[in-house]
């Protein structure tokens, strides 16, 4: 069982950076993949990022390749998705969730793969 729970959203100006946190509880977060998405009014929830179990792979949203970054401490058990150059369509609220896998190279970008989910945080891009 994986608990997670989102952290560091806010308002922010384009072109400004901010850093997401997802905090886990639970034995699990060093066996789990772990991947950020996202949710804007009115839209399907997204991929944005992922990290595999042991941080060596990363997989990024196209729109997000070059500004954004995830990264994991596992001592922690935190995953972290740092945003910069945000846009105003960055607009959304910011999930963080997990998948308990073998491989520890293994990332995905498909929501039905993961099975633990945290509450989100809202993330607000003024123009």
């Known amino acids: 069982q994986v608990q997670l729970v989102e952290s560091g959203g806010g308002l922010v100006q384009a072109g400004g950076s901010l850093r997401l946190s997802c905090g886990a509880s639970?034995?699990?977060?060093?066996?789990?993949?772990m991947g950020w998405f996202r949710q804007a009014p009115g839209k399907e929830r997204e991929f944005v990022a992922a990290?595999?179990?042991?941080?060596?792979?990363?997989q990024y949203e196209d729109s997000v390749k070059g500004r954004f970054a995830i990264f994991r401490d596992n001592g922690k058990n935190t995953v972290y998705l740092r945003m910069d150059s945000l846009k105003p369509e960055d607009t959304a609220v910011y999930y963080c969730?997990?998948?308990?896998?073998?491989?520890?190279?293994?990332?995905?970008?498909?929501?039905?793969?993961?099975?633990?989910w945290g509450q989100g945080t809202q993330v607000t891009v003024s123009s």
């Open positions: 969730a997990a998948r308990v896998v073998g491989s520890g190279y293994s990332t995905s970008a498909y929501r039905s793969g993961y099975g633990y």
């Open positions: 639970g034995r699990t977060f060093s066996n789990s993949a």
């Open positions: 990290i595999s179990r042991n941080g060596g792979n990363t």
